[in-house]
């Protein structure tokens, strides 16, 4: 989280050992001659000075009157935030990148910090308007994780004047202290910023702002990114059906036919930009990420090449001599892809939620006993209890160790939850030349469903499988097997237990 003078800390550090610091000048007098000691901005242009984030329009003076301009905005931002470097260029035609503010504009308009007057125009040398200032401030405000605190539920008088671009960012720093008004309690909102009440907004901005904590409202809210199967909105149904009131549940649906980790990545890399989308992700506590392995095929070679390097760096055991031995390795190409955008995707969300990768898992035999091919993630796992397909060991090659179960959690705080809905019996021997076997009286859209949903819910909850309610199953009573009550009954009693096996051995390893 980065206040307006986060970067200046190890500044202030230094100071303690050397006796001088370009951005500390506490106990001397500042160069501004334009500056006096009993103006009512005084203070706050000390501070600005002092902390590093605003300099002088010269040596000697501040020009306290002077209008800000939309690149000085910018360059005070961007100079907070660390001045990280942009990834690329901006689009304004009139940013020259010989200019002192041409990469803090190209990367406040990454950040979506600034749109521009136009799509091609930023009027860099335009002065600011207090709306538009208060704008910028406020999509800094969720680019560095920051919230403010409404303390009166006042408005200015003129509240109908403000653009509607800076309705909200005026009336949530009005009420949080950090904008006053002027006269009869306008806001004024077309009228420039001068560089002096522009100083006192940044002091009281940064003296209230408060790193971003998600508040408990008593709603568990899950984002769920997977494919688009027919069983994921029975999913949702039976995760409510299950709660039956015990825990409020909200669901936020991001599925889509074929869709992978890369696409929901590269989707809300862009997204997560947007104040709107930063918001939606501030609301989740729990993300699933299911069914969203990469295809070999997404992966093209010269995108290849960013994931080679890319891989080196996160896995410390990376065991390709060359790009060309990765390349054509058809498991990495897949699995590579993967394991990089559970990283960032955890990343770009935030750890501060909850992670469960949940997988469905086929069944085949083998000649070495039973392969189970988990969706996305291909694994090959070692039969370790003849009489029973779901007791497995996870064992994958080498080249996949990175994707082990302790690799998603320690590296990404993701925890791997993986379901076997293909056999509900056991006992049943799988036919080798058989890979969709499936019961007679099998219903995968309910099951699958429900299974998720069982498992999911006992996992967050640390509640027994067998202590749920049947919920949503009274009201499909047609699709579960068996001909009588008891025979339902039975039937569901089988797949809790089966669920619970899976969960209880999978948290043993």
Partial sequence: MKKLISIFSLCLAVVMILPVCVFALQGTDMPFRDVKADAWYYDNVKYVFENG??????????????????AMCVTILHRAAGEPEPEAESSFTDVSDTEY?????????????????????????????????????????????????????????????????????????YRSGVLNGKERGRFDPDAPITRAESAAIIERFNN????????????????????????????????????DGKHAIRTYNYTHGGWT???HYTL??????????????????????????CSGGLMLKEEAVYFYEFHKTIDPDFSYSSFDEFYEDSFLRTNTVSAIYYQLLVELFGRDKKYFNLEQSNMMSTEEGIELVDGGLHRNFTKID?????????????KLEFLERDWLWDNCGIKRIMINCTTFDPDNPLDSNDFDYMPEDYHPNLMYGYCFALALYCTMFDEPCADQNDGIMATHDDE??????????AYMIMIKNMVQEQLDFQNSH
């Avoid at 984030?53 to 939309?70: A, V």
């Avoid at 809210?221 to 069983?231: L, N, V, W």
């Avoid at 579960?480 to 009954?489: M, S």
Wanted: no cysteine; aromatic share 10%.
């Fill in 53 to 70: 984030i605003m300099k002088g329009t010269s040596d000697t003076e501040f020009s306290p009157d002077g209008t800000l301009t939309r």
């Fill in 101 to 173: 503010y041409s990469k803090a504009v190209s990367w406040a308009q990454d950040m979506r910090i600034v749109n521009g007057k136009t799509s091609t125009l930023f009027s860099p040398d335009d002065a600011i308007t207090r709306a538009e200032f208060s704008a910028m401030m406020y999509r800094y405000l969720y680019y560095a994780d920051l919230d403010l605190k409404e303390s009166n539920s006042s408005v200015p008088s003129d509240s109908s004047a403000i653009p509607s671009y800076a309705k909200e960012a005026v009336t949530v720093m």
């Fill in 208 to 243: 209230t702002a408060v790193p971003f904590v998600r508040e408990d409202d008593g709603v568990l809210d899950i984002a769920f990114f997977g494919d688009s199967f027919t069983y994921v909105p029975r999913m949702y149904d039976q995760l409510e059906a299950l709660s």
């Fill in 261 to 263: 980790v890369y696409d």
């Fill in 268 to 293: 809300w890399k862009t997204k997560s930009k947007l104040i709107n989308d930063k918001k939606e992700i501030r609301k989740w506590d729990v993300v699933i990420l299911n069914q969203t392995g």
């Fill in 386 to 398: 003849e009489d029973s397909v779901i007791h497995t060991s996870l064992k994958p090659s080498n």
């Fill in 480 to 489: 579960i097997p068996g001909d009588t009550a008891e025979e339902k009954e």
